[in-house]
């Protein structure tokens, strides 16, 4: 009886996970067939496969969207580590007084919605000339991630044995030694988890995308937006535009789920 | 700590100046962190509520006068801003709730041991990863479109007419899109309350007779209450803030034009730079007031008083 309880509650797991996941595979598979077989209906199964879609996606210019996806993304998440580490650190192995005040601060920014500064900034980025400008959307990216990652970077710091630290410190390593050689490594989990997440949120942005950039600085998810034109069948070419922006984000989270889990259950909830 | 800790390396009381530079240091280390933030998105913010209090229509840039508060009186009394909080309460609203609901149990079905259950975690994680635009265009066009869309597909199979989802449903279209990529979020925080629960306490109630149903209701759930309420309130700030699948899917038609999408219409299309600004102003408050009482409400519903720690 308890058996089959779970193995019935172990196939339903199986098949509403499968569910769950079945937009994403038919993405990749629509992604791989010729246009007509991408909107046959009933859907097509046993039809030839090819990366034509791939190639014509490219054709259209997404290696330069993609490009500035990587450098917007990247970028930014190096800005957002330079800050958030240190500052973390001062709020926890070191702290500063009023600690409560600076966490509740960074964390109010994160509630302020981009609809609350993105007329300054737009009409302040286009005085400067620097609309359309990938440098100038990694900075923002960096401000829309900095209150997540000083969150999740000081839980990390918290859990650093502070006797360690004192013992460093008695050993009369400075700040920086002790910085370097003894808490970084201990922190590294934390800090790869803080950047994927940080990774995510930029590679997928959308909102300052659309309206701050325009064709040279471009990233991919406005050019995906703009990827459907109504003329005739484009279920497939979509399909593969869709999955070569989607899969990075979907690797990278898949290889370091672990981290992924721990820094959003440990940033949500600490 | 840090002062304690210096003078038993040196041995002697500190002298001021040693002090005042200890107490230098981690603050120049989280100073940094600080100004930027400050910079980007403070000092924008400002900037937007005096926008709010000009009279600036891009079409008449040589007219930028101030007018105080006629905006604000333009929205409140505009025939806009009130459907527009209604639909963006909805969306956010239902897509919070379904999403919590299948994301609990989601987690309750994953906080047991089978054959698998990484692959099966991993999956279900995996919307939360596709980029918000793709997921979009995806949901619109491969699986609710009229024609084409897998959904329809399914429905025709189980003998039912095909519907238009993004021309007769739009708000339930956002709210399927909105509720498929944030279960994973809220899968996530539960799970890991669930796992952080004490095994030993869940097996003397086993032991003494208690019913998984009973177990589940008075230790799991009261349990999970911060969880619930930490996923609900991130949800519903991220929510409040959605934009991407309605530009990309419905445009703000059929009840679907949320606060966000409102003030992007303003500026962007309409070019009216003042009230686009009245708009953003509102927006953030709404957003604190709706975070707030959202919580409440949902715990009220969820919990029903039979959490007795304060």
Request: aromatic residues 12%; contains cysteine; positive net charge.
């Amino acid at each position: 009886m308890h058996k089959v309880r779970g193995a019935l509650l172990t196939g339903l797991t199986w098949v509403l996970a499968a569910a769950f996941f079945f937009p994403v595979a038919w993405m990749v598979f629509t992604s791989f067939k010729s246009e007509s077989d991408a909107s046959s209906i009933p859907p097509t199964i046993a039809v030839p496969l090819s990366f034509a879609q791939y190639a014509a996606v490219f054709d259209r210019g997404a290696g330069s969207y993609l490009l500035n996806s990587a450098t917007a993304s990247i970028g930014s998440t190096i800005i957002v580590l330079l800050l958030a580490i240190p500052a973390a650190y001062g709020l926890s192995i070191r702290p500063i007084k009023r600690v409560q005040d600076v966490l509740f601060f960074f964390i109010s920014t994160r509630f302020l919605p981009a609809a609350a500064s993105i007329l300054p900034v737009f009409f302040i980025l286009k005085t400067l000339g620097l609309l359309d400008n990938i440098t100038a959307l990694a900075l923002l990216y960096s401000a829309m991630n900095l209150p997540i990652a000083v969150w999740m970077m000081r839980s990390f710091f918290k859990e650093v044995p502070i006797d360690i630290v004192e013992a460093a410190q008695i050993d009369g390593a400075n700040l920086r030694t002790e910085m370097v050689r003894v808490v970084l490594p201990i922190l590294l989990p934390g800090i790869a988890a803080v950047a994927l997440i940080c990774f995510i949120f930029s590679w997928n942005e959308y909102f300052l995308a659309t309206l701050l950039t325009s064709f040279q600085a471009r990233t991919a998810p406005p050019f995906l937006a703009s990827f459907v034109d109504g003329r005739g069948q484009f279920l497939a070419v979509l399909s593969a535009a869709s999955t070569l922006a989607v899969l990075p984000v979907i690797i990278a989270g898949w290889a370091a789920q672990k981290q992924l889990v721990r820094g959003l259950a440990m940033g949500a909830v600490k | 700590m840090t002062a304690t800790m210096q003078s038993r390396t040196t041995g002697a009381r500190p002298r001021t100046a040693e002090r005042r530079r200890a107490s230098w240091v981690p603050r120049g280390l989280v100073l940094p962190a600080l100004i930027f933030s400050i910079l980007l998105t403070q000092i924008p913010f400002v900037v937007t509520i005096v926008f709010s209090l000009l009279n600036w229509n891009q079409l008449r840039p040589s007219e930028i006068q101030f007018n105080w508060f006629h905006n604000y009186v333009v929205v409140f009394t505009g025939p806009d801003f009130l459907p527009s909080l209604f639909s963006t309460v909805t969306i956010t609203g239902t897509s919070v709730l379904l999403s919590l609901l299948i994301g609990l149990g989601f987690a309750l079905l994953l906080d047991r041991k089978f054959v698998g259950r990484g692959i099966a975690r991993t999956l279900i994680i995996t919307p939360f990863l596709v980029m918000p635009a793709a997921a979009a265009l995806i949901w619109k066009w491969s699986m609710l479109d009229v024609n084409v869309g897998m959904i329809n597909y399914g429905l025709h199979l189980l003998g039912l007419p095909p519907v238009s989802w993004n021309t007769d449903f739009p708000v339930a279209t956002i709210i399927i899109l909105l509720t498929w990529q944030f279960t994973p979020f809220m899968m996530l925080i539960l799970l890991a309350g669930l796992q952080s629960q004490n095994r030993d306490i869940l097996e003397a109630a086993s032991v003494d007779g208690a019913g998984p149903l009973r177990t589940f209701r008075w230790m799991t759930l009261p349990h999970l209450r911060q969880y619930i309420e930490i996923a609900a309130l991130l949800g519903t700030i991220m929510l409040l803030q959605v934009f991407d699948p309605i530009a990309i899917m419905t445009k703000g038609t059929g009840g679907t034009k949320t606060l966000s999408y409102l003030l992007y219409e303003r500026a962007f299309i309409g070019l009216n730079i003042g009230e686009a600004a009245a708009f953003g102003v509102v927006t953030v408050a709404v957003t604190m007031v709706v975070a707030t009482l959202a919580l409440r409400t949902l715990f009220r519903v969820f919990i029903e008083g039979n959490v007795r720690d304060a």
